[in-house]
């Protein structure tokens, strides 16, 4: 793992973990169990996944984050590496396990993650050497532990970046004084459906009007098969339609992959259409393959029933 001797554009702050997948009959509910097929270990984390989507559309990306020296940490670090994400800021700790998720995935695409914390899932901000930040265009903390990134947020501005976000359902109440204080740092922030609802239980327009509000200039929110729609504060927005007909197979990742594609196409200084078109495109990609980056290294499919994405933009 060689230093890169150009400073990241994109540093991106957080997780790493390896995906064990399991191909179960039925996803086991409370009180119920599936005996299934182990389809192997996969390298995973929101971060990871954000990071290695963005290196690989030719954005300059550095990851920090935080590993064992178990037998799975420093291949995965290596595995970016190889996808061309500057990993030389990345912490390995002797003492702990790699953080790692449990995925049961069902014939039709369905899935049931478990994440196991295994007490590293991200460096702490002892850990994070302060210079990792410097030049850096945009900064992406994973928003899970919202104080350590609003944090991390603060320095990025500090420092003259911008902040983006990944909101994920789980992670936040809308109304949480942290959160806004997160979103007043932030210029991009992404979220899915299940997030944009706690916005606005109806529309996703609606829903992105009121994070504008909160700070964030671009709003982008993932909608699974209906594809993604971004919202800027002039008032504009871009509509892109998923491609009918894609075979899914797992969708762990498939907004990662959006995130990480959309800020490579900003960091290019390509228009919102195109950085929206790219990120459907790669975040569609992610879907048709086990594993939640296998799409970066093993060729799609060749296109058979699928339609072509297309993009409606809409001007204030
Ligand atoms: N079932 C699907 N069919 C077609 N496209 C999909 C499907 N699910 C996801 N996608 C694509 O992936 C993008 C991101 O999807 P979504 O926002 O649902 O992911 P997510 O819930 O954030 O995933 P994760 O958190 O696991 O990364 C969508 O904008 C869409 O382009
Ligand atoms: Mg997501």
Same mark, same amino acid.
């Given at each position: 793992?060689?230093?890169?001797?150009?400073?990241?554009?994109?540093?991106?702050?957080?997780?790493?973990?390896?995906?064990?997948?399991?191909?179960?009959?039925?996803?086991?509910?409370?009180?119920?169990?599936?005996?299934?097929?182990?389809?192997?270990?996969?390298?995973?984390?929101?971060?990871?996944?954000?990071?290695?989507?963005?290196?690989?559309?030719?954005?300059?990306?550095?990851?920090?984050?935080?590993?064992?020296?178990?037998?799975?940490?420093?291949? %995965?670090?290596?595995?970016?590496?190889?996808?061309?994400?500057?990993?030389?800021?990345?912490?390995?700790?002797?003492?702990?396990?790699?953080?790692?998720?449990?995925?049961?995935?069902?014939?039709?695409?369905?899935?049931?993650?478990?994440?196991?914390?295994?007490?590293?899932?991200?460096?702490?901000?002892?850990?994070?050497?302060?210079?990792?930040?410097?030049?850096?265009?945009?900064?992406?903390?994973?928003?899970?532990?919202?104080?350590?990134?609003?944090?991390?947020?603060?320095?990025?501005?500090?420092?003259?970046?911008?902040?983006?976000?990944?909101?994920?359902?789980?992670?936040?109440?809308?109304?949480?004084?942290?959160?806004?204080?997160?979103?007043?740092?932030?210029?991009?922030?992404?979220?899915?459906?299940?997030?944009?609802?706690?916005?606005?239980?109806?529309?996703?327009?609606?829903?992105?009007?009121?994070?504008?509000?909160?700070?964030?200039?671009?709003?982008?929110?993932?909608?699974?098969?209906?594809?993604?729609?971004?919202?800027?504060?002039?008032?504009?927005?871009?509509?892109?339609?998923?491609?009918?007909?894609?075979?899914?197979?797992?969708?762990?990742?498939?907004?990662?992959?959006?995130?990480?594609?959309?800020?490579?196409?900003?960091?290019?200084?390509?228009?919102?259409?195109?950085?929206?078109?790219?990120?459907?495109?790669?975040?569609?990609?992610?879907?048709?393959?086990?594993?939640?980056?296998?799409?970066?290294?093993?060729?799609?499919?060749?296109?058979?029933?699928?339609?072509?994405?297309?993009? %409606?933009?809409?001007?204030?």
């Amino acid at each position: 793992m060689s230093t890169p001797s150009t400073s990241p554009d994109l540093v991106v702050v957080g997780d790493a973990s390896i995906d064990h997948y399991v191909q179960v009959p039925h996803l086991a509910t409370s009180d119920n169990k599936a005996i299934g097929r182990y389809l192997g270990a996969f390298g995973g984390g929101m971060s990871a996944n954000l990071a290695a989507a963005a290196a690989t559309q030719g954005a300059r990306t550095r990851l920090v984050t935080k590993v064992g020296t178990d037998r799975e940490g420093p291949s %995965e670090l290596q595995a970016l590496s190889d996808l061309g994400v500057d990993v030389t800021y990345s912490v390995q700790d002797a003492t702990h396990r790699t953080w790692m998720c449990f995925v049961q995935l069902d014939s039709t695409g369905e899935k049931a993650l478990i994440g196991a914390d295994t007490g590293i899932k991200i460096p702490q901000r002892d850990e994070i050497d302060p210079s990792a930040l410097h030049g850096a265009r945009i900064v992406a903390p994973l928003a899970d532990d919202l104080d350590w990134a609003a944090r991390i947020a603060q320095s990025a501005v500090d420092g003259g970046a911008q902040v983006a976000i990944d909101l994920e359902p789980d992670a936040f109440g809308p109304d949480d004084p942290q959160l806004h204080q997160l979103l007043s740092l932030t210029e991009y922030v992404f979220l899915n459906t299940a997030s944009a609802q706690k916005f606005h239980p109806h529309s996703h327009a609606r829903a992105a009007a009121a994070l504008h509000e909160l700070g964030p200039g671009t709003v982008v929110v993932g909608r699974g098969e209906q594809g993604a729609y971004c919202s800027l504060a002039d008032g504009s927005t871009v509509t892109a339609h998923a491609p009918a007909g894609v075979p899914v197979v797992d969708t762990t990742g498939a907004g990662d992959a959006l995130a990480g594609s959309f800020l490579a196409g900003v960091l290019q200084g390509r228009s919102p259409e195109a950085c929206l078109r790219t990120a459907v495109a790669n975040a569609t990609a992610c879907i048709t393959r086990v594993g939640s980056r296998t799409y970066l290294t093993e060729p799609a499919p060749a296109p058979s029933t699928t339609e072509p994405l297309t993009i %409606e933009r809409t001007l204030r």
